[in-house]
């Protein structure tokens, strides 16, 4: 069971962790690499970069499609590198091994 220090070492460590994740940018991209997305290891999205070139010859709908295609990108990236982290910081937390 555990007892109080560990309880507080468990939550600094998810803190630690939490902090390393946002510290990773990925950069998620649409099929035709006009629109680019990026992320942190904490999914959450930093920026979106639409090529201008785009913006004035494709429908709306086909640059709705392009920002959505680069942010499911870019949090599938997140997501495999967030996991890599965790799973490299899992041996250090006590009782979870």
């Known amino acids: ?3 109080l220090d560990k309880l507080k070492q468990v ?4 803190k630690e962790m939490k902090e390393t994740l946002s510290a990773i940018v990925v950069e ?7 629109v680019k ?10 920026s979106v970069d639409i090529d201008q070139s785009i913006l004035h ?3 709306k709908a086909d640059i709705d499609r ?3 295609e680069a942010i499911q990108d870019a949090m599938r990236l997140a997501q ?11 041996p ?6």
């Open 92 to 97: 250090n937390i006590p009782g979870l091994r």
């Open 1 to 3: 069971m555990f007892g």
């Open 57 to 59: 010859v494709r429908e």
């Open 37 to 46: 997305v990026q992320a942190n290891g904490n999914k959450e999205v930093l």
């Open 28 to 34: 998620g991209t649409s099929s035709d690499g006009n």
């Open 11 to 14: 939550q600094k460590q998810a």
């Open 66 to 68: 392009l920002v959505l």
């Open 80 to 90: 495999n590198e967030s996991e890599a982290h965790i799973k490299g910081m899992m």
